[in-house]
């Protein structure tokens, strides 16, 4: 299913097979929590004009709205949002232990409170395995236990060792489920994923266990929670040496341009992030010369393109001045121009890290764009 193509250091370029299409990697996966990306970006205009190879969507959020027996009735999530390349679906743990208030962890799974009715759900490994089958996504995502950063040693241990008992038990439901006549997606993919917070032994320890695992890929969890940026490249970079070559990984949350640049260097092949569109539905831009604030008083009169190295939709037909009015205005439009500008930059980004990789000058690519793209654009 995963082939590696190329390798530059622990940079990985790979290719990926799925049921609903190929995956170049390394890639971005624009996050459409509920099914739609924020912002007022269709699945037509993510396939026709943005680049995008994978969406992902939530469990949890459909599971609460409109329902997964709901989507299953309509065919499936692909069906659904009129999507039909590949799709990853996040398990809910995260939200679950992110979202709600109250929570009982058990070995069974975890009784929380909807946040949107308050309602009583419980969610395990069972429960997330069922709900994503519904959902019919491409690749699933396991059940796990999402500890705060920081954490105890004693409890971060006691947690890796549920997460693995509860992924022994996500393996054999989703192989229960794919088995089942009426199932959409009977090749649905199973990525487990990785949980130690911060501590290397635990970290590496965890993941030597479920590499034995038959699973499809491994993630990297529990990052990008407000550590240092430093630490999380050090996770990585202690994870990765035990991380199977011949599967694909995935940093999960992650995040800036910078932040992608150095994870691919340091070996990993998936990303995702709201980061392109929350920051571009308050005005912050991702250029190819650093981050623009397009509701600055110095756009007020430019005609320029938000990048003029883009050739997004947004960039080929607006000017500055114009997507600076309608933040101005309160008009909706200016929101969805950035999103798309914003989205189209992360897909080329990662297009452009595979070129580099195709190519053989990563090195070069990192060194130039890892700190430009973090910088304040000053043009």
Not at 50 to 75: A, M, S
Not at 330 to 356: C, D, M, P, S
């Amino acid at each position: 299913m995963f082939t590696l193509l190329k390798q530059a250091g622990a940079a990985r370029r790979g290719r990926f097979e799925t049921v609903h299409g190929i995956i170049e990697t390394p890639v971005f996966m624009n996050v459409g929590t509920s099914a739609a990306i924020k912002g007022g970006i269709s699945s037509v205009d993510l396939a026709d004009d943005l680049k995008t190879q994978v969406e992902l969507c939530n469990t949890y959020h459909l599971h609460v709205r409109p329902g997964d027996e709901v989507i299953y009735k309509l065919g499936g999530l692909h069906k659904f949002m009129n999507w039909h390349k590949p799709i990853l679906t996040d398990s809910g743990g995260f939200q679950v232990f992110s979202l709600a208030k109250l929570r009982r962890i058990k070995e069974e799974g975890v009784t929380f409170n909807s946040h949107i009715d308050g309602k009583r759900i419980f969610m395990g490994p069972e429960e997330s395995m069922r709900i994503q089958s519904h959902l019919a996504s491409t690749i699933a995502m396991a059940f796990d236990e999402c500890v705060e950063n920081p954490a105890p040693y004693d409890y971060s241990k006691k947690s890796c060792e549920r997460t693995t008992r509860w992924l022994q038990r996500c393996i054999a439901e989703m192989s229960r489920l794919n088995s089942l006549p009426d199932t959409i997606n009977k090749k649905q993919m199973l990525f487990g994923i990785n949980q130690g917070c911060t501590f290397d032994d635990l970290r590496i320890e965890h993941m030597k266990t479920i590499r034995e695992l038959p699973l499809d890929g491994f993630a990297i969890g529990g990052l990008a929670v407000g550590e240092p940026t430093e630490v999380m490249y050090h996770v990585i970079e202690q994870v990765e040496p035990f991380m199977p070559k011949d599967k694909p990984r995935y940093l999960m949350g992650v995040g800036t341009p910078s932040n992608i640049i150095e994870a691919v260097y340091r070996g990993v092949d998936f990303f995702d992030c709201v980061m392109p569109s929350r920051n571009a539905r308050h005005g912050t831009i991702f250029t190819w010369n650093g981050i623009m604030h397009i509701t600055n008083q110095r756009y007020e009169l430019d005609e320029r393109p938000l990048d003029p190295e883009c050739d997004c939709p947004a960039c080929r037909n607006f000017s500055r001045a114009y997507v600076r009015h309608l933040f101005k205005s309160g008009e909706q439009l200016g929101g969805r121009l950035a999103v798309t500008h914003n989205l189209y930059f992360y897909n080329t980004l990662t297009e452009r890290i595979r070129k580099a990789l195709d190519e053989g000058c990563f090195i070069e690519f990192r060194a130039h764009y890892s700190s430009l793209l973090e910088s304040k654009l000053e043009d």
